[in-house]
T-cell receptor
Framework: EPEVTQTPSHQVTQMGQEVILRCVPI?????FYWYRQILGQKVEFLVS????????KSEIFDDQFSVERPDGSNFTLKIRSTKLEDSAMYFC?????????????FGNGTRLTVT | AQKITQTQPGMFVQEKEAVTLDCTYD???????LFWYKQPSSGEMIFLIY??????QNATEGRYSLNFQKARKSANLVISASQLGDSAMYFC?????????????FGSGTKLNVKP
């Protein structure tokens, strides 16, 4: 069964550094998302992406963050100048359509640790 | 106002018994989807079951069923014949269709522990 693939599974970085989290969504899906989950807390929406542009972003998704779909298969989340509070599990998800019936298919997540 | 409310932070159930995890939601959109996800300790998010707002019957998927009460805006997950492997965090989520199709709203989750 096709799945969403995220790399790396765990990333450790120093405060102030830039990180790029990578995702390969399911190939025929059209909607892409990034969510994050601070340890033990709820899953928070960051951004959605459709037709090569951001559809919507949350208050969390400020100028520190950016997304890109550079080559038609990868979907990346860049976090500039990382802070301690950016430590979280970051989930990429994709969906075949934007309709209410479509579930999000999640990757296994990247655990980001900022030291 | 919270879009999705899960009032049970933790639940215990005896192996082989049934358990109900509560979820209420808030939307004015007539068309929406309700979802349940399982998150084991390994961290991945696993889609379990879906219920559409116009579906007349409650959704079922194997041992999972969704008790959908539209007037009460509740979408409780029922797990029958609990197994040790069901121990995990469970999230209820909603996707609104017309006005905010981009976003899934997640509840705060319920941690289920299945006792042998």
């Amino acid at each position: 069964e096709p799945e969403v693939t995220q790399t790396p599974s765990h990333q450790v970085t120093q405060m102030g550094q830039e990180v790029i989290l990578r995702c390969v969504p399911i190939s025929n899906h059209l909607y892409f998302y990034w969510y994050r989950q601070i340890l033990g807390q709820k899953v928070e929406f960051l951004v959605s992406f459709y037709n090569n542009e951001i559809s919507e972003k949350s208050e969390i998704f400020d100028d520190q963050f950016s997304v890109e779909r550079p080559d038609g298969s990868n979907f990346t989340l860049k976090i500039r100048s990382t802070k301690l509070e950016d430590s979280a599990m970051y989930f990429c998800a994709s969906s075949p359509t934007g309709e209410g019936a479509s579930p999000l298919h999640f990757g296994n997540g990247t655990r980001l640790t900022v030291t | 106002a919270q879009k999705i409310t899960q009032t049970q932070p933790g639940m215990f159930v005896q192996e082989k018994e049934a358990v109900t995890l509560d979820c209420t939601y808030d939307t004015s959109d007539p068309s929406y989807g309700l979802f349940w996800y399982k998150q084991p300790s390994s961290g991945e998010m696993i889609f379990l079951i879906y219920q559409g707002s116009y579906d007349q019957q409650n959704a079922t998927e194997g041992r999972y069923s969704l008790n959908f009460q539209k007037a009460r805006k509740s979408a409780n997950l029922v797990i029958s014949a609990s197994q040790l492997g069901d121990s995990a965090m469970y999230f209820c989520a909603m996707r609104e269709s017309f006005y905010n199709f981009n976003k899934f709203y997640f509840g705060s989750g319920t941690k289920l522990n299945v006792k042998p």
